[in-house]
T-cell receptor, first 111, second 113 residues
Framework: GQNIDQPTEMTATEGAIVQINCTYQ??????LFWYQQHAGEAPTFLSY????GLEEKGRFSSFLSRSKGYSYLLLKELQMKDSASYLC????????????FGTGTKLQVIP | DAGITQSPRHKVTETGTPVTLRCHQT?????MYWYRQDPGHGLRLIHY???????DKGEVSDGYSVSRSKTEDFLLTLESATSSQTSVYFC????????????FGEGSRLTVL
C-alpha cells in the first residue's frame, strides 16, 4: 500500500518564504512530483525529483530524501498568485507510470 | 500547453443512467489516465491506458469502464451512474514514462442526482 501525508492548509505572507512538507511510504518508489492547482483549474506540473537533494527552478525549489521518505516544496518571494493547492505525488514506475497523489496542501497567501 | 480536451465539461444526470466522458489528445502520447478528484481524497486513479486497446485498472475502478480504440481518444464510461460518482473527473496524458510528467485536461464536473 501507499501513504502520502501533507498538511491540509497553510497561510503565508506575500513576499515571505513557505515550505510545504510531504512524507510518503510506498513500495517501488521511482520519483516524487509536485503539482500546483488553482481553484477550479487543472493541476500543472512544478517539479519531479528522483535523486536526493534540492532542485531549484526560479522561485520554487523541491527537495527529496529517499531514505527518509520525505520531500518539501519551497516557495520564495511569495506572490498572491501563488495561492493554490500544492499536490505531492509519488511515482511507482514499473514499466509504465503509476502516480498516486496526496490530498494536497491549500496555501493562502495574504498581503 | 499540451493539446488535451475533455467533453463534456459539465454534466448533470440521474442515478441509473449511463454516462460517457471523452478525452481527446493531439500530442500522440502513449499513456492516458482518468482520475477523479474529491474533497479529502485528492486525485485518485480510475483507469489508465498504455496503448491502443491496452488498459488497466487503477485504485477506484469499480463502476467504471474505459476504451481506447485510437491513440488520441480515451473514453470513460459509467454504465449506471450513482450519486457516489458525483465528482470532478480529470483526464491526463504522459509521453515519457521515465519522468512521467502528467498533462491534465480542464476537468469534467459530473453531478449524479
Amino acid at each position: 500500500g501507499q501513504n502520502i501525508d501533507q498538511p491540509t492548509e497553510m497561510t503565508a505572507t506575500e513576499g515571505a518564504i513557505v515550505q510545504i512538507n510531504c512524507t510518503y511510504q510506498t513500495s517501488g518508489f521511482n520519483g516524487l512530483f509536485w503539482y500546483q492547482q488553482h481553484a477550479g483549474e487543472a493541476p500543472t506540473f512544478l517539479s519531479y525529483n528522483v535523486l536526493d537533494g534540492l532542485e531549484e527552478k526560479g522561485r520554487f525549489s523541491s527537495f527529496l530524501s529517499r531514505s527518509k521518505g520525505y520531500s518539501y516544496l519551497l516557495l520564495k518571494e511569495l506572490q498572491m498568485k501563488d495561492s493554490a493547492s500544492y499536490l505531492c505525488a509519488v511515482s511507482r514506475g514499473g514499466g509504465y507510470q503509476k502516480v498516486t497523489f496526496g490530498t494536497g496542501t491549500k496555501l493562502q497567501v495574504i498581503p | 500547453d499540451a493539446g488535451i480536451t475533455q467533453s463534456p465539461r459539465h454534466k448533470v444526470t440521474e442515478t441509473g443512467t449511463p454516462v460517457t466522458l471523452r478525452c481527446h489528445q493531439t500530442e500522440n502520447h502513449r499513456y492516458m489516465y482518468w482520475y477523479r478528484q474529491d474533497p479529502g481524497h485528492g486525485l485518485r486513479l480510475i483507469h489508465y491506458s498504455y496503448g491502443v486497446k491496452d488498459t488497466d485498472k487503477g485504485e477506484v475502478s469499480d463502476g467504471y469502464s474505459v476504451s481506447r480504440s485510437k491513440t488520441e481518444d480515451f473514453l470513460l464510461t459509467l454504465e449506471s451512474a450513482t450519486s457516489s460518482q458525483t465528482s470532478v473527473y480529470f483526464c491526463a496524458i504522459s509521453g515519457d514514462w521515465n519522468t512521467g510528467e502528467l498533462f491534465f485536461g480542464e476537468g469534467s464536473r459530473l453531478t449524479v442526482l
